[in-house]
């Protein structure tokens, strides 16, 4: 159900823009034209005139045209978003609501994502500063002083239980 709500605001995204919905299937277009999300529309103009000047089908020979003529539609696609501004903040919503999709996802069904299987997760994390071990290291003696806490209580409540039925079983006499 949810997929289908996600992909239905999609299309919505896509209809108030003037353009179609972008394929989730399609690389992200910031990576595609090699320019970072705060690009302004100068940085992507630059940069899509040099992607499609080195990709452009009549640029190449007969056996790679095929291949040329995709790569070109899919970077007149990404310039065609990014270059609009409200095309540029559906897109941008769009890709916020799947990366943060493919998080939880990753988290907690282990991801659908074929690619990454077999590698480990720290090669795409930054190392922690000196502040985050700190705080990290914290966290988890707090939750070790918790955990030995509520295991003290639980044996002492057991202990107080056999105890107290070692002392009605003294006091009224039930043994055999």
């Known amino acids: 159900m949810a997929e289908g709500a996600s992909s239905g605001r999609r299309a919505e995204a896509g209809a108030r823009s003037g353009q179609p919905p972008p394929d989730l299937d399609d690389p992200n277009y910031y990576e595609?034209?090699?320019?970072?999300?705060?690009?302004?529309?100068?940085e992507i103009r630059r940069a899509y005139r040099s992607a499609i000047k080195e990709i452009h089908?009549?640029?190449?020979?007969?056996?790679?045209?095929?291949?040329?003529?995709?790569?070109?539609?899919?970077?007149n696609r990404a310039y065609a978003t990014l270059s609009k501004?409200?095309?540029?903040?559906?897109?941008?919503?769009?890709?916020?609501?799947?990366v943060i999709q493919d998080q939880i996802m990753g988290r907690y069904v282990g991801g659908f994502m074929p690619e990454m299987q077999g590698q480990p997760t720290n090669q795409f994390r930054r190392p922690p500063?000196?502040?985050?071990?700190?705080?990290?290291?914290?966290?988890?003696?707090?939750?070790?002083?918790?955990l030995l806490t509520a295991f003290l209580v639980l044996v002492a409540l057991v202990v107080g239980i056999v105890l107290l039925f070692a002392l009605i079983?003294?006091?009224f006499g039930l043994a055999p």
């Open 169 to 171: 079983e003294a006091l």
């Open 32 to 42: 595609l034209l090699g320019v970072t999300f705060a690009a302004s529309a100068e």
């Open 129 to 146: 500063s000196a502040a985050e071990r700190r705080e990290q290291a914290r966290a988890n003696r707090s939750a070790l002083m918790t």
């Open 85 to 98: 501004p409200a095309a540029r903040r559906a897109y941008d919503q769009t890709i916020q609501a799947q």
């Open 57 to 75: 089908p009549d640029r190449q020979r007969t056996e790679g045209r095929a291949r040329a003529e995709e790569a070109a539609k899919l970077l």
